[in-house]
């Protein structure tokens, strides 16, 4: 039981020692890569093995801790006179997914959505039915769809 209190303690202190810093390393390494590719990284740098309930608890404190981030970024975004708005497809759990983004020259908004179309311009999570100023897009039809809404085409 020593032997393996002990390596528990080294293990816990190989993931502290760095803090948040380390802890946005493990969430970096798990969204870019497989769970099992990760954790064999963090194994090898580490010499032990995280759960996914670890980086369950890592993802929620780092959601929390980047609120106010995100919510700088949409009203920046908002108050902006110009943004361009895009989306593009991706694969979530294997299906089509589209990852949407709002973005000026200095601020990014992205939101992944199950749809393309007006269901997705006009959802909550979208900046676009709220947004005054001038929208750049590429002329998809949705986009026409939005009200109170300069258009300006790319």
């Known amino acids: ?31 870019f890569h497989s769970f099992e590719k990760a954790n064999q ?24 801790d980047l609120a106010p981030v995100e919510e700088t970024t949409v009203s920046e975004i908002l108050k902006s006179d110009r943004a ?12 089509l997914h589209w990852f949407h983004v709002a973005c000026t020259s200095l601020f990014c908004y992205f939101y992944v959505h199950a ?6 311009i006009q959802d909550t999570v979208s900046l676009l039915p709220r947004f005054l100023g ?10 026409f769809n939005i009200e109170k809404t300069k258009i300006d085409c790319f």
Do not use: P
């Not at 390596?7 to 390393?25: E, K, M, Q």
């Not at 990284?41 to 929390?64: K, M, P, S």
């Open 84 to 95: 361009n708005f895009d989306e593009t497809g991706m694969r979530v759990e294997r299906k």
């Open 115 to 120: 749809k393309r179309g007006n269901e997705a």
């Open 1 to 31: 039981m020593r032997i393996f209190s002990h390596a528990v303690s080294v293990c816990y202190r190989a993931f502290t020692r760095l803090g948040n810093t380390n802890r946005r390393l493990q969430l970096m390494l798990f969204y």
């Open 134 to 143: 001038w929208a750049v897009h590429d002329c998809w039809a949705s986009y």
């Open 41 to 64: 990284l963090l194994g090898d740098l580490y010499d032990c093995r995280v759960n996914v309930g670890t980086i369950a608890t890592f993802n929620a404190n780092l959601y929390e």
